[in-house]
């Protein structure tokens, strides 16, 4: 781990003692979630700071790459709606990250989950807002330019009151604004795939815009991006958001459960997330303007409604489902993650076939896909 020593804003290193006694020797009593790394503990540490403990199993399928990203990212970025490193202990078997406790758990447990929160419409609009603006910090404000690659409800968490804070940055990328994008190896979760990085693992902060448009409008309507116990032409929430736009129905997308909530508001927010949803990549607008336009200092720009995402055959989606292998877990405290092996070559089969489904909505929405070679 000789890498540590070259990081930008070098983490501190816990020794394994003070993580084994904050942890209370790893006791299963303290485990907040399992994620693609291992488990993750809650831990008190010496000077009284609660914090999430993750550790990197011997069994990940992630690795040391992922974790060395993971620190060095991390360590380089300083924001409100970051999760914050307070350091890593790397004198054990399994290596292990040390963060600031969030005490209400992920994003995707407070929308999809069993709850007492109440996510009122000011509580929703806001953390969107925290959300976008975490992603204008990674892509144009902190001192490297950063894709994180795997945005979604379950790794966005929520603080005591209800700030949201990005998490696990393991599938990060950096990049220099010379560069127009990256070619890499595809990695991130089904549901929240642009097209383009999904197809042809064209990667820039454009993906993350995608990405951030499929969120808000699983925190608007209050469900999962895809749900299979709908009818058919409400499964797909991205779908079903483009279709009521166009129906100049866009009210219709909201949570039922949202009794009272800003008309004006809500419809500059569905219309923002469609924004960002386009099919093709420069369309999207960067994340800051995403930000002035919630907030409303620039107006919102009209949606395309020829822009919608790009389709592609149903058998791309079943090849998606059949590359599933078992697996579940968390973000950094507690969310739900499965692997995926081997995408890109699915895009390359031939043949004609005339049923479609939207490439970033398969069936398989909740799965995450390992990283081929890029």
């Known amino acids: 781990m000789e890498e540590l020593f070259t990081i930008v804003g070098r983490p501190n290193i816990f020794s394994y003692g003070e993580i084994k006694s904050a942890t209370d020797s790893f006791s299963l009593s303290n485990i907040l979630g399992r994620g693609g790394y291992g488990p993750v503990y809650k831990g008190k540490l010496l000077d009284g700071r609660i914090v999430a403990v993750k550790q990197l199993s011997s069994t990940s399928h992630q690795g040391k790459k992922e974790f060395m990203t993971e620190i060095a990212t ?130 820039t902060e454009k993906a993350d815009v995608f990405a951030f448009g499929v969120v808000a409008l699983e925190i608007l309507a209050g469900r999962r991006n895809f749900d299979d116990s709908l009818e058919e032409d409400e499964k797909y929430l991205l779908g079903c958001a483009w279709h009521l736009h166009e129906s100049q129905r866009t009210l219709e997308l909201l949570d039922s459960k949202l009794i009272e909530f800003d008309e004006e508001e809500a419809a500059r927010l569905i219309n923002v997330a469609l924004l960002c949803t386009m099919g093709l990549p420069q369309r999207r607008p960067p994340m800051s303007k995403v930000v002035s336009m919630l907030t409303e200092d620039i107006e919102v720009t009209d949606v395309d409604t020829t822009m919608r995402p790009s389709y592609v055959p149903e058998w791309q989606v079943r090849s998606f489902s059949s590359s599933y292998v078992s697996g579940s877990g968390s973000s950094a405290q507690q969310s739900s993650r499965s692997q995926i092996s081997a995408l890109s070559s699915s895009s390359k089969k031939p043949g004609n076939h005339r049923d479609t489904s939207p490439l970033a909505l398969s069936p398989c929405s909740s799965g995450g896909i390992d990283e081929g070679a890029g």
């Open 74 to 203: 991390i360590s380089a970025v300083q924001h409100r709606n970051l999760v914050k490193l307070h350091g890593c202990c790397i004198d054990s078997k399994t290596p292990l990250l040390v963060y600031e406790y969030l005490e209400q758990g992920s994003l995707d447990q407070a929308i999809f989950g069993k709850t007492d929160l109440n996510l009122d419409w000011r509580t929703r609009f806001e953390i969107c807002v925290g959300i976008a603006r975490g992603l204008a910090y990674l892509h144009e404000e902190s001192s490297m330019r950063i894709v994180h690659r795997d945005i979604k409800a379950s790794n966005v968490l929520l603080d005591a009151d209800l700030n949201p804070k990005i998490s696990d940055f393991g599938l990060a990328r950096h990049y220099k604004d010379s560069m127009t994008h990256l070619n890499t190896g595809v990695a991130g979760t089904l549901g929240y795939l642009a097209p383009e990085y999904a197809m042809m693992g064209h990667l």
